[in-house]
């Protein structure tokens, strides 16, 4: 027994890896929205559509991942996953040098697509590898290194892509056709190197996993609480599970909720009467949203030990609603520390509600897990509507869209704690 704990502690160690490679990934897209809203002169419901293409991908691509996955285990879906990963980063290269938003667009889809592969393949890997009594404990552990990575993403990012000021549209329209050129190499430099960086990144990982012996576990989800509906549903699908349906709406808002809010944060603090910040300086403060989540999760995975993740998830997602209805009626520092703020409530949102949702699907996890991820579309479909709100009635107390998605949240909390509390009675 203690050498199977140890072969299951080796690969949750090296698992880590992926939650934070594609951790950093997604934050990136933070810095590279108000980038490239200045560069395409975009309003905020186009550049939204960075978010859209790349959290699409989540609803396109998941359920297929999760077949996949079925058929060929987990670590072959990890290989593949990283190596869909690395060609959307080699799109990035072209889409700079072109001065392409639509190529831009088709790159984050790509992109996506492979860390969705890696997400339905690692997220219930995770989870059986091990107690099924402490899988969420153990899923918030390994989702800290996914903060950890979109803690450092924002603040490189920043530092790489937001350190040339761009210029205005009146600006650009002065330059003649040489200082044009340099300009634009400039900006495309900025967005290469970084991709082609992380591109190398991520094929050298999936030369890694190609030669690591992970322990082979069958795809059954924890069923501590519901063991005995497993056995009785054996035949239907995931469907059959209203915590699994319930679950995936809220993967879908607070994905979107947590997304969004991260989206608008370098222009939210660039507002006068909120920081009135440069791009470069609101983009580092983003780790620190991002930073909250990571803290969060390392004192969660202790703490949910003893607390009843139903419980714990009522609990943040009120706080975080709180907060987030402060920086919609505050302003100076208060609204800045209050959205700031939110990020440490997230930190145990996504991998409770995950685990929960997954709990005796027996034979269906992976396509739980499947239905889960393509949940994760909220991510696309909620930042785009904040966007069309921003555009109309500002982008301060567009912030009502994140507000209303916390509060589900705290309704889905307190249905898993009666439904399961019911269970074991």
């Not at 077949?67 to 987990?74: I, K």
């Not at 697509?113 to 059986?128: D, F, K, R």
């Not at 576990?217 to 469907?239: F, K, L, N, Y």
Request: proline share 4%.
């Amino acid at each position: 027994m203690a050498d199977q704990q140890n072969k299951y502690t080796g690969a949750l160690a090296v698992l880590t890896s992926l939650f934070f490679i594609w951790g950093f990934l997604t934050s990136l897209n933070d810095i590279l929205i108000p980038h490239l809203k200045a560069v395409f002169t975009l309003n905020y419901t186009q550049a939204m559509l960075v978010q859209f293409c790349f959290f699409a991908a989540y609803f396109v691509m998941s359920v297929p991942c999760g077949y996949l996955v079925d058929r060929v285990g987990y670590k072959p879906g990890i290989i593949v996953g990283l190596a869909v990963a690395g060609g959307g980063c080699l799109l990035f290269y072209p889409a700079a040098g072109l001065h392409s938003y639509p190529l831009f667009l088709t790159a984050f889809f790509v992109l996506a697509s492979g860390i969705t592969l890696l997400q339905v393949a690692a997220n219930p890997y995770v989870t059986v590898l091990g107690n099924p009594d402490t899988a969420s404990s153990r899923l918030t552990m390994t989702q800290a290194f996914n903060s950890l990575g979109t803690t450092l993403g924002p603040y490189f990012g920043s530092l790489l892509i937001l350190a040339t000021a761009v210029k205005t549209a009146d600006q650009i329209a002065g330059l003649d056709p040489e200082q044009l050129s340099v300009y634009q190499a400039a900006e495309a430099a900025a967005v290469q190197q970084p991709y082609l960086w992380l591109a190398a990144v991520l094929f050298g990982l999936a030369a890694v996993f190609s030669l690591l012996k992970l322990p082979s576990v069958s795809a059954t989800a924890p069923a501590s609480a519901q063991g005995d509906i497993t056995a009785t549903r054996a035949e239907q699908s995931a469907w059959h599970f209203p915590l699994l349906v319930l679950g995936a709406l809220a993967i879908f808002v607070y994905v979107g909720g947590e997304v969004a809010i991260g989206s608008f944060l370098v222009n939210f603090l660039g507002q006068a009467h909120i920081a009135g910040l440069a791009e470069q300086e609101a983009g580092k403060l983003v780790s620190f949203y991002w930073g909250g989540a990571m803290v969060g999760r390392f004192l969660g995975a202790v703490a949910m030990r003893k607390v009843h993740p139903g419980k714990a998830l009522i609990f943040n997602a009120l706080c975080a609603a709180g907060l987030v209805g402060v920086a919609m009626l505050a302003g100076g520092r208060v609204a800045t520390l209050a959205i700031l703020a939110v990020g440490l409530c997230n930190s145990i949102m996504f991998p409770t509600i995950f685990s929960l949702a997954l709990t005796g699907l027996g034979p269906h996890t992976g396509q739980g897990s499947g239905i889960l991820c393509s949940a994760i579309v909220g991510g696309a479909l909620i930042p785009l509507l904040q966007g069309w709100f921003a555009d109309r009635i500002g982008i301060q107390h567009a912030f009502f869209v994140p507000l209303l998605c916390y509060l589900y949240i705290a309704y889905y909390g307190s249905r898993c704690a009666r439904q399961l509390r019911f269970s074991n009675g």
